[in-house]
């Protein structure tokens, strides 16, 4: 059995709501979305906008790597293990300050631990890519316990003067103690990853620069969220996570598939998407109080056309 | 199930899934920076200096060196506008000759993963943009830990249940290192290449190279010893992480040596390819002959994750069946890996 036996999750503490985009000037709020998460300082924000996202880097109140650690944290403490009981540390994040080391391996460091660590991740499904090759690994050759974390800094990458990315975008992460030799709350169940469309466009993160996110951005993630579940057959009365940007997309396209919003629409609005972490912020936020029996359903999809799928159960 | 016998994080593949790896291809830019190039960017070195720490006569870079010579790369930023080739380019050369010696089409590959510490975006990611320039459909995945990649691709690898990899898995790592060297310091300049190599992996089809041990491991605790920035360049702590290198592959090939009974007259070592220098005194303490000690690192420069396939990749038609070869790799992170394989066609 592979379960999760502690989860956490991070939101920066700075919050851009309507009213300081609206002072910013350049990105118009989407309806539905009030504050989003900064890991940036406010002052920053509003004296330069992020015009240059390089100086942007050296305006972080907490860096992505502070979030993992904060994660990470609060699921070792929920699995009751020691730090040092973690085998291995497996990371993402789609903001790094550095290209080298990986996530993984500047936890570790942060956890001042010697711990086996590296990097598996897949953008936007990257909860699926590091659910299915867990899921799938030999028990001989997992260690009693791994941590699985991801964490992003969008906000970094945003141009406050223009476009709608600065409305849909916060930073947030997440972190899973994991374990197929000891019984956790959750158990996951089934993980995937496959292509379910050719690539569309819509959205860019380059090394340098900006995030380019097209007005269509978030109805193409939606079609293919739902390309992704079409191919699914056991989703019914499950709850629903999943990668989309707008809030008021989620309840119509769960309800599409039988199943509820398990927070998604709520986490959007209150903290913006933070891309990689996003699926497993919004898991670990709520995966305690899930009563025993109820099933979720990740569904998590990419512009190139990547969709990944987890399903889980609360033991 | 047939039993597996596991010894930490060694796995001893006597049983269960059995890799092979059915072709390895190589690319690498054609503009060279050789001694005298960096003798002229007057930065206090000269070739006496590089031959006698690092061992390296020339390396490969995507930068045209008309832009190195007139701004040292201050800025990482303009080395990615104005680079020649990108590690997507490059990338796609490897995984075509790979698939090519492996005899397999794209459309055959199940499964993309990738090792790149020099992306141009990150969303799509390197391993998309190959996966897509290739006409690969599979899902692709990026598994990153820079230069000890080989190891660990085929230590992840390695760990799943035979039943859940599909018949061919294309493993890459590519980077254009080059581009994050500030050619204002007088070793970082002369360390540095940029190259990609790719290799198809498969758990049931029998290829040239059978994967005999995987290990992987690190040490976050040091891995501030070898960084690369985002917006900046490349540093490292560049006497421990020598001494790192050194001591660690010396341990690598021991232990390989104590449980296989090497035998240095007939198999083979490859190091990571960072310096000459280095993998000469590892091959000496090791009583390794230079003829099997495989390199190319003294001519293309240190590839990261894509220096040691790469030597293989460059011997692919001089392995001699029952021949093994000891990969042992160290690198950022800090992480250390290393690879058993034997030539069994």
Redesign the interface.
């Given at each position: 059995m592979f379960s999760i036996l502690g989860a956490g999750f991070a939101y920066p503490e700075g919050e851009i709501s309507n009213e300081i985009l609206r002072t910013l000037g350049g990105v118009s709020p989407s309806g539905t979305i009030t504050t989003r998460r900064t890991a940036l300082k406010l002052d920053y924000l509003l004296t330069e906008r992020n015009a240059d996202p390089k100086r942007g880097s050296t305006a972080f109140v907490q860096t992505p790597t502070d979030l993992t650690l904060r994660a990470a944290l609060m699921a070792i403490e929920q699995a009751g293990i020691a730090r040092s009981q973690i085998g291995m540390i497996i990371g993402a994040t789609d903001t790094p300050l550095q290209v080298t080391p990986g996530e993984s391996q500047r936890l570790g460091d942060r956890l001042v631990e010697k711990i086996d660590a590296f990097d598996v991740s897949s953008g936007l499904t990257t909860l699926a890519s590091q659910m299915h090759a867990l899921l799938h690994w030999k028990v001989e050759r997992m260690p009693e316990y791994v941590l699985c974390v991801a964490a992003s800094a969008p906000t970094q990458r945003v141009d406050y003067r223009s476009g709608i990315a600065g409305s849909y975008l916060g930073d947030g992460a997440y972190a899973f103690v994991v374990s197929k030799r000891h019984q956790g709350f959750l158990r996951v169940v089934h993980a995937e990853q496959r292509r379910v469309s050719a690539a569309r466009e819509g959205f860019v993160l380059p090394l340098y620069g900006h995030i380019r996110m097209d007005q269509g951005a978030p109805q193409v993630i939606e079609e293919l969220i739902a390309n992704v579940l079409e191919r699914r057959a056991t989703t019914e009365n499950a709850l629903l996570i999943c990668n989309a940007f707008e809030p008021a997309s989620i309840a119509p396209l769960a309800l599409r598939f039988g199943m509820s919003d398990m927070g998604v629409a709520e986490d959007l609005a209150l903290f913006g998407h933070c891309l990689c972490a996003f699926p497993g912020a919004v898991l670990a936020k709520r995966a305690a109080q899930l009563n025993r029996g109820v099933r979720v359903c990740i569904a998590l999809a990419d512009y190139e056309g990547l969709g990944g799928i987890v399903e889980l159960e609360r033991c | 199930m047939r039993a597996?016998a596991?010894l930490s994080?060694w796995?001893v593949v006597e049983g269960?899934?059995v890799l092979h790896i059915l072709g390895i291809g190589f690319s690498h830019p054609t503009n060279v920076i050789d001694n005298p190039f960096i003798e002229q960017l007057n930065v206090g070195t000269n070739e006496a200096w590089i031959l006698d720490k690092i061992g390296i006569r020339e390396r490969r870079t995507s930068l045209p060196l008309s832009y190195i010579s007139e701004t040292r790369n201050q800025d990482a930023?303009q080395a990615?506008a104005h680079a020649e080739n990108t590690p997507h380019q490059l990338g796609v050369n490897a995984a075509t000759m790979a698939m090519q010696r492996a005899g397999i089409s794209p459309h055959q590959i199940g499964m993309v993963i990738c090792n790149c510490?020099?992306?141009?975006?990150?969303?799509?990611?390197e391993?998309?943009r190959l996966a897509?320039a290739l006409g690969i459909?599979?899902?692709?995945?990026?598994?990153?830990?820079?230069c000890p990649a080989f190891a660990?691709h085929c230590d992840?690898l390695?760990?799943?249940?035979e039943s859940?990899l599909p018949d061919y898995i294309l493993a890459l790592s590519t980077a254009t290192l080059t581009q994050?060297v500030n050619y204002n310091d007088r070793s970082d300049g002369a360390i540095w290449g940029d190259g990609a190599a790719a290799w198809v992996v498969a758990p049931r089809a029998r290829g040239r190279l059978k994967v005999l041990e995987t290990y992987?491991?690190?040490?976050?605790?040091?891995?501030?010893a070898?960084?690369?920035?985002?917006?900046g360049h490349f540093h490292q702590d560049g006497r421990a992480v020598r001494d790192f290198s050194v001591r660690q592959t010396v341990r690598l090939v021991k232990r390989l040596e104590e449980k296989f009974n090497l035998d240095w007259k007939r198999d083979i070592f490859i190091g990571h390819q960072a310096n000459a220098t280095m993998l000469e005194q590892i091959c000496n303490n090791r009583d390794i002959p230079p003829q099997n000690h495989w390199h190319n690192v003294s001519y293309i420069g240190n590839q990261a994750g894509a220096g040691a396939p790469a030597v293989l990749g460059m011997h692919w038609d001089m392995m001699k069946p029952g021949q093994r070869i000891a990969v042992a790799v160290v690198g950022?992170?800090l992480?250390w890996g290393s690879v058993l394989l034997e030539v069994v066609s």
């Open positions: - | 597996l596991v994080n796995n269960g899934t930023e990615l510490c020099t992306p141009k975006e990150i969303y799509p990611s391993a998309q897509d459909t599979a899902p692709v995945v990026d598994v990153f830990t820079a660990l992840y390695d760990r799943f249940d859940a994050h992987f491991a690190s040490d976050p605790t040091r891995s501030q070898v960084v690369v920035d985002t917006y950022a992170g992480s």
